[in-house]
């Protein structure tokens, strides 16, 4: 951490300890492959998946937890951002041809028969319109940040999912060198077929645990691009919107 660092003392953060660990496990591995008779066994594909999830134990269970919850969140949230997206494209574009042409009736019907989130965030000022640009912006600002909070839904799973799935592979890894060492403990001596299989389980969780965190931590950044994108046209729609009404209001006032 930054403080440790200005310390001069050692990280404490749980990465760091599965590095470490890791990195451990990794060079037993190595000397263990070389061993005289200690051979990798080639296997078709299906046979490695398979294998290695027969090999993980019971902590396949929640890494599998992960991985399906990861997949369903990463789906769901592409099909409703994509469909979001193009709503607010078509309203946006709707939107502001009818307020050039000062057609505000029509720009708040429009905006009430949509369920985009541009055109609700538009709707809450048009409706509005007539009590001056301030009563206008702040509503704009209210219904902002109840759409941007429905936006960014299911992005917090995503943001769990990239720290636990790491965690649960640290745990397994953990588990797995506990057994390789009772293994040692109970035979009494290190040979390599002891400890193999407790190094299996170390090594087969952290894998499937950083497996699934790269792509949902790739995808939870993604959302938050498109989102922030989404919420830029948004604005700037919004502020033309304040600026004619604004310019309509002046003349009203001049006339």
């Known amino acids: 951490s930054r403080s440790a660092a200005v310390r001069g003392g050692p990280a404490t953060t749980p990465e760091f300890w599965l590095e470490v660990i890791l990195v451990g496990v ?8 070389q061993i005289p008779g200690v051979d990798v066994v ?7 998946i398979s294998t290695n999830w027969d090999g993980m134990g019971f902590m396949r269970w929640p ?3 992960c991985l399906l919850v990861g997949i369903i969140t990463i789906i769901y949230k592409f099909i409703d951002l994509s469909i979001k997206s193009s709503k607010t494209k078509k309203i946006l574009a709707e939107v ?13 019907e429009a905006t009430r028969n949509s369920d985009a989130p541009a055109a609700k965030i538009l709707y809450a000022g048009l409706d509005r319109h007539e009590e001056g640009t301030e009563r206008v912006m702040k509503a704009i600002e209210n219904q902002g940040l109840i759409e941007l909070s ?5 992005l917090v799973v995503l943001a769990t999912l990239t720290n636990v799935a790491p965690l649960f592979g640290f745990l397994g890894t953990v588990i797995g060198m506990i057994i390789a060492f009772q293994s ?3 035979a009494g001596e290190v040979e390599a077929t002891l400890v193999a299989g407790g190094i299996k389980v170390a090594l087969l969780t952290t894998a499937a645990g950083l497996t699934i965190a790269i792509p949902v931590s790739v995808s939870h ?3 938050v691009a498109r989102i922030d994108s989404l919420v830029i046209d948004m604005e700037e729609s919004a502020q033309k919107m304040i600026d004619m009404l604004h310019t309509m209001e002046s003349d009203r006032a001049g006339g």
Do not use: C, K, P
């Open 184 to 186: 040692i403990e109970a």
């Open 26 to 33: 990794m060079q037993v591995y190595g000397a263990l492959l």
């Open 150 to 154: 429905r936006l960014e839904s299911l």
């Open 96 to 108: 502001d041809t009818l307020l050039e042409d000062h057609r505000i009736d029509e720009a708040l």
């Open 42 to 48: 080639e296997l078709t594909f299906s046979e490695q």
């Open 63 to 65: 890494l599998a937890a």
């Open 221 to 223: 950044n993604f959302f």
